[in-house]
């Protein structure tokens, strides 16, 4: 089972928006629409920012959004702020009903 | 104030075992899925395993099965993971993470984790 591909890192300057993207496959990114993407910062737990590909939990910022196409599922970060700095994880739930994780992609806002 | 505790963690040697333990508090543990999630040392997080609320399905990712083992007591609003036969590449912080579904709203909540460390 390999993990869902993510870019290792990605950057932007405060203000601008940026995208992290997620490629699966027909199993499991393109074969529900449960993905959902995590916020960790160094030392603590990882914190749900969008899950069932699009929705927003209670409490998270607007500027956080996801999308996705095919077996490729997307997290659009807008109006960058210097706290948005950390490590983002994409997950998808398989056909095989077991959860995947991304490898990850740090963030860095410049 | 939602809460879960992981504890059992801790230095085996490899081949040895160790039983986690996840007490939660807060929230309707009986229904929610529960998860344990682990993340070696500067790595990703790793979907281990998870449970269903009334504990009657479970399952795994394959490099744990027929090592680990999900658990959980509703009564006691806690979740276990019996870990055996351990590998040094299951050296990791192990979260225990809570995900309900109520409408299309999901709730999900994570613990702090607990260190697992397995070394001769």
């Known amino acids: 089972q390999s993990a869902l591909t993510q870019p290792a890192s990605v950057s932007g300057s405060p203000g601008q928006s940026i995208t992290i993207s997620c490629t699966g496959t027909s199993s499991d990114v393109g074969y529900y629409d449960y993905v959902s993407w995590y916020q960790q910062s160094p030392g603590e737990a990882p914190k749900l920012m969008i899950y069932?590909?699009?929705n927003r939990p209670s409490g998270v910022s607007s500027r956080f959004s996801g999308s996705k196409s095919g077996n490729t599922a997307s997290l659009t970060i807008s109006g960058l702020q210097a706290e948005d700095e950390a490590d983002y994880y994409c997950s998808s739930y398989t056909n095989r009903r077991i959860w995947m994780f991304g490898g990850g992609t740090k963030l860095t806002v410049l | 104030e939602v809460q879960l505790v992981e504890s059992g963690g801790g230095l085996v040697q490899p081949g040895g075992s160790l039983r986690l333990s996840c007490a939660a508090s807060g929230f309707t543990f009986s229904n929610h899925w529960m998860n344990w999630v682990r993340q070696a040392p500067g790595k990703g997080l790793e979907w281990v395993a998870n449970?269903?609320?009334?504990?009657?399905?479970?399952y795994y990712v394959d490099f744990v099965k027929g090592r680990f083992t999900i658990s959980r007591d509703n009564a006691k609003n806690s979740l276990y993971l019996q870990m055996n036969s351990l590998r040094v590449e299951d050296t990791a912080i192990y979260y225990c993470?809570?995900?309900?579904?109520?409408?299309?709203?999901?709730?999900?909540?994570w613990g702090q984790g607990t260190l697992v460390t397995v070394s001769s």
């Open positions: 449970i269903k609320q009334d504990g009657s399905e479970k």
């Open positions: 993470v809570g995900r309900g579904r109520s409408s299309l709203i999901v709730e999900e909540y």
């Open positions: 069932d590909v699009t």
